[in-house]
């Protein structure tokens, strides 16, 4: 491992122009891939025989549900490496990762309220599953209070760092909990790649679907930690000299 070349991009204006470079490689084609998965499980896919055309909420619920997760994860290691090599340029990723980790979580929530209303009858039981994945989305809101109820910088983002890493238990329990406890919620449908539970033809518009909400969040993860970097780093001579040659 390179870890000269790690340091390297681990400097603030390094990562700062890094973003700007690759912003719209990971924004543009995972529009399109957002664009084709819609068209292709909403137009192309079958009705499933037993859901109907009800299954197709599946594209926004599971992509929104994957994406929760490893956001947070993104996030609890950002926040580990801030804490470790006391980098500004990891605590603005964390920083960053958690107001789109809390959408990600709340689109998923909804989503799947709105798929058990006709499938079990009502759009919330306290279901395993459902519960961990609440906890989660008031784990990314505990981590954003908490930042914003401290002043000073270091302090708010060692706090917040803390209950980011201590929060990463919640995910192996989102994870197993149909296969923990008696739950409503469907088992894994896709992760067992030598037999998918879903047709070839519902199942590639839902991968689609996947790749394109995971490149189109680093895209805004991007540009959302540059700007968090520019307010943190604002006295710093290298912001002067950008802002400086984008005035001129």
């Given at each position: ?18 973003c ?35 299954f ?48 990600f979580t ?10 058990g ?27 954003m ?16 760092s ?13 994870h197993?909990?149909?296969?923990w ?7 894994s449908t ?7 539970s ?17 490149f ?13 970097l ?15 040659e984008?005035?001129?």
């Amino acid at each position: 491992m390179n870890f000269k070349r790690i340091y390297k991009y681990g400097s603030p204006p390094n990562y700062f122009r890094l973003c700007l470079k690759y912003e719209n490689w990971f924004t543009v084609p995972g529009f399109l891939l957002i664009i084709i998965g819609c068209y292709g499980g909403l137009f192309l896919a079958p009705p499933d025989y037993q859901m109907g055309d009800a299954f197709r909420i599946i594209y926004f619920h599971v992509p929104s549900a994957y994406l929760s997760m490893s956001a947070y994860a993104y996030m609890a290691l950002a926040a580990l490496v801030g804490i470790v090599w006391r980098s500004n340029v990891a605590f603005s990723v964390a920083k960053s990762i958690a107001p789109f980790g809390a959408s990600f979580t709340f689109l998923a929530l909804v989503t799947g309220m709105l798929w058990g209303k006709p499938m079990w009858g009502t759009a919330w039981v306290w279901d395993a599953r459902l519960t961990s994945e609440f906890i989660l989305l008031l784990l990314y809101l505990g981590y954003m209070l908490l930042h914003a109820s401290i002043r000073e910088q270091k302090k708010a983002d060692r706090a917040a760092s803390v209950l980011a890493i201590v929060g990463v238990i919640n995910l192996p329990i989102i994870h197993y909990s149909v296969v923990w406890w008696n739950t409503l919620h469907q088992a894994s449908t896709i992760s067992k790649l030598s037999s998918p539970s879903i047709a070839g033809e519902m199942l590639w518009p839902l991968l689609v679907m996947i790749f394109g909400y995971g490149f189109f969040f680093w895209g805004v993860i991007c540009r959302a930690g540059a700007t968090e970097l520019l307010k943190r780093e604002k006295r710093s001579n290298w912001v002067k000299e950008y802002v400086e040659e984008h005035q001129s």
